[in-house]
């Protein structure tokens, strides 16, 4: 059961939204291209890292309400491969982001079924952060809610070369590549493709995110910034995702020919 009464406070207006969305029909997995932590700092002329320490809370958000929402996936795109490139100052402090929310993070997860993994190349990040990262994998791994990846050093075209190296490594022959067996070899094997993928802050691209996953995922874009986030917008990204008619390359119901009609043709 969905407990309604910790994701709104009656007579407000996230209990408004929530009262529009359909819980029977919620996306399984969740994606997010979390966008704009350096905006926000620029616009109330803060350090960059002012924007990243602000964001820590909308993550916070979005985890909690999807865990309560009962969504089987959560993913979060924290880190690109391409985000080493940035000023050497940066990453430092992004790292040690990273590692202080893993650490303050972890018996909330633990406590609230979470279960929590890393997509990406988990090798290229300092030993002091692996050795968090994989203690909260350790610790969170017989839970069976929410599960929560957050990409790392994170590519969609180095995981679909690692799928190649994989899928040769396991000497499986040529003619025995099909798209199931492909999608077994990802880092996201044996979860379900995003059906919903929202990306903050206005930009239209989607990054080298998930693209063989979110080959049918609805896309919703919102101009807020990451750090501003909140279950509000989640609500309203979930409230556009069931207005949608999803049709997987096929016709709607409404376009569909009359089966008489083509009979009598």
């Given at each position: 059961?969905?407990?309604?009464?910790?994701?709104?406070?009656?007579?407000?207006?996230?209990?408004?939204?929530l009262?529009?969305?359909?819980?029977?029909?919620l996306?399984?997995?969740?994606?997010?291209?979390?966008?704009?932590?350096?905006?926000?700092?620029h616009?109330?002329?803060?350090?960059?890292v002012?924007?990243?320490?602000?964001?820590?809370?909308?993550?916070?958000?979005?985890?909690?309400t999807?865990?309560?929402?009962?969504?089987?996936?959560l993913?979060?795109?924290?880190?690109?491969r391409?985000?080493?490139?940035?000023?050497?100052?940066?990453?430092?402090?992004?790292?040690?982001l990273?590692?202080e929310?893993?650490?303050?993070?972890?018996?909330?997860?633990?406590?609230?079924?979470?279960?929590?993994?890393?997509?990406?190349?988990?090798?290229?990040?300092?030993?002091?952060?692996?050795?968090?990262?994989?203690?909260?994998?350790?610790?969170?791994?017989?839970?069976?809610?929410?599960?929560?990846?957050?990409?790392?050093?994170?590519?969609?075209?180095?995981?679909?070369?690692?799928?190649?190296?994989?899928?040769?490594?396991?000497?499986?022959?040529?003619?025995?590549?099909?798209?199931?067996?492909?999608?077994?070899?990802?880092?996201?094997?044996?979860?379900?493709?995003?059906?919903?993928l929202?990306?903050?802050?206005?930009?239209?691209?989607?990054?080298?995110?998930?693209?063989?996953?979110?080959?049918?995922?609805?896309?919703?874009?919102?101009?807020?910034?990451?750090?501003?986030?909140?279950?509000?917008?989640?609500?309203?990204?979930?409230?556009?995702?069931?207005?949608?008619?999803?049709?997987?390359?096929?016709?709607?119901?409404?376009?569909?020919?009359?089966?008489?009609?083509?009979?009598?043709?």
């Amino acid at each position: 059961m969905i407990d309604f009464e910790a994701l709104a406070e009656p007579g407000s207006d996230d209990e408004k939204l929530l009262q529009r969305i359909d819980v029977e029909a919620l996306p399984r997995h969740v994606a997010v291209i979390m966008d704009g932590n350096g905006r926000w700092a620029h616009s109330r002329r803060l350090p960059r890292v002012a924007g990243h320490k602000a964001g820590i809370e909308a993550v916070r958000d979005t985890v909690e309400t999807c865990a309560r929402l009962r969504i089987d996936v959560l993913t979060l795109y924290a880190f690109s491969r391409e985000n080493w490139k940035r000023p050497r100052a940066e990453v430092s402090t992004l790292m040690a982001l990273l590692k202080e929310y893993v650490h303050k993070e972890l018996d909330r997860l633990v406590d609230n079924n979470i279960r929590f993994r890393v997509i990406g190349r988990l090798d290229d990040l300092p030993r002091a952060v692996q050795g968090g990262l994989q203690r909260a994998i350790e610790a969170t791994k017989d839970n069976d809610g929410l599960s929560f990846n957050i990409a790392l050093s994170y590519g969609s075209r180095t995981e679909i070369v690692d799928a190649c190296r994989s899928l040769i490594r396991a000497g499986v022959a040529a003619d025995d590549v099909d798209v199931d067996t492909f999608s077994r070899h990802l880092y996201t094997a044996g979860q379900p493709d995003p059906d919903l993928l929202i990306r903050t802050s206005g930009e239209l691209r989607v990054s080298n995110f998930l693209l063989w996953q979110i080959a049918y995922a609805e896309i919703w874009v919102t101009e807020t910034l990451w750090p501003d986030f909140r279950r509000t917008h989640l609500f309203r990204a979930l409230i556009d995702f069931q207005q949608r008619e999803r049709r997987y390359g096929g016709l709607t119901s409404k376009e569909r020919p009359d089966p008489a009609e083509v009979v009598r043709g």
